[in-house]
């Protein structure tokens, strides 16, 4: 329900931010491909089960899969200009 996406999705890239905050990547651009890669990560870990397991159409699992991932660049392009770097 989307009751549950708000926190859901608040709830994963905070920790996404925490771990941003915790490793010593200097620039920019490999902190937001770090935030990126936790993406790859858990669109990976989610999407290909379904494929896998329960017969997703290929098509849908690449189209939902790419959407999560441009979701993490989008909140790792917020994320990297926020979140501290670390000394």
Known sequence: ??????????????????????????????????????GLAAAITTNVPYWNWYAFPTRYT?????IELIAYLAAGLVIAAMVPKRR
């Open 1 to 38: 329900p989307r009751s549950t996406l708000f926190p859901y999705t608040t709830l994963f890239r905070s920790i996404a931010a925490y771990l941003l905050s915790v490793t010593v990547l200097a620039g920019y651009a490999a902190r937001v491909g770090f935030v990126t890669l936790i």
């Open 62 to 66: 690449a189209s939902y899969g790419f």
